[in-house]
């Protein structure tokens, strides 16, 4: 069973298995008390989940990990991820007010790749962990055997072609080849794979069904522009006259995805319902 929690810019995959949970990814630091709302909707407290594991450790995904692990989870990192596990502390360390756990070394459970389907198994999951660089060198993905496939951040479908022969199409071409049924990134749509409805057809909406136009599209791109230019968010929405928390979710999400497009910030926009 597959649950997803909505509760800050990242999505979050909770897996129950027939042994145990496994928590895919956490929010940005302080969103700990938000992650514990959603859980309770689904019935479950943080001391129920059994493992934590993270695509990647930028701290978008990472944030509140500890925070988790102290409430009864133990998380688990593969040993490509070992170098940077702290990868995050200096970032959080510049967020004056936000308050960050550091995840502790001595708490973790280090896990080879090869064994990964094993470790899966004791929770009653079928599936196994692999290495996807590109988005990032300590990037992993999460499959299972009945077709679900989560992604982190590695670069959506339908941006494939624009990555045809880098490090990315290398980690996609492998993990197509698996031939998944579902994919479930770290802030786009879940992609459900259907010949006759391709992902990158479909349109992008808001949580209220809304289809986002190209003004959406347009207001965006001014944005990254100026925040290339180095203004201020105030200074931003003094000049387009958007929203101070659009605009600030736009900034987030640019700043912390190197390469990241005006599409891409659309569908991670369109998970918030903004």
Not at 116 to 142: A, M, Q, V, W, Y
Not at 255 to 262: A, K, N, R
Request: proline share 4%; net charge negative; charged share 25%.
């Amino acid at each position: 069973m597959i649950r997803e929690l909505r509760y800050s810019n990242t999505n979050t995959y909770l897996i129950v298995g027939k042994k145990g949970k496994l928590l895919f990814d956490t929010g940005w630091a302080g969103t700990f008390l938000p992650f514990c709302r959603a859980l309770k909707e689904q019935g479950l407290m943080p001391s129920e989940i059994d493992h934590i594991l993270i695509s990647h450790f930028h701290p978008d995904h990472c944030g509140i990990a500890q925070e988790i692990a102290d409430a009864g989870g133990r998380i688990v990192v593969p040993e490509v991820q070992l170098e940077f596990i702290h990868a995050a502390d200096a970032v959080f360390a510049k967020e004056k007010g936000t308050e960050y756990k550091a995840i502790r070394d001595e708490a973790v459970q280090v896990l080879a790749l090869r064994d990964s389907r094993s470790f899966l198994k004791k929770l009653g999951i079928d599936g196994e962990i692999l290495h996807t660089p590109g988005h990032s060198d300590d990037s992993i993905s999460l499959w299972l055997d009945d077709g679900s496939l989560f992604v982190g951040d590695l670069n959506p479908l339908y941006e494939l072609d624009l990555h045809a022969g880098t490090q990315i199409g290398e980690s996609w071409e492998r993990l197509l080849a698996l031939e998944p049924a579902s994919v479930y990134y770290g802030h786009a749509k879940t992609a459900v794979l259907r010949p006759a409805a391709p992902e990158a057809a479909a349109p992008v909406s808001n949580a209220a069904g809304k289809t986002l136009s190209a003004a959406d599209e347009e207001l965006v791109g001014r944005i990254m522009k100026l925040i290339d230019k180095g203004w201020t968010l105030e200074k931003i929405r003094k000049k387009t006259g958007a929203d101070a928390v659009f605009i600030e979710d736009v900034a987030r999400m640019y700043l912390t995805h190197p390469g990241v497009g005006v599409q891409g910030i659309l569908d991670r926009i369109e998970i918030k319902g903004r």
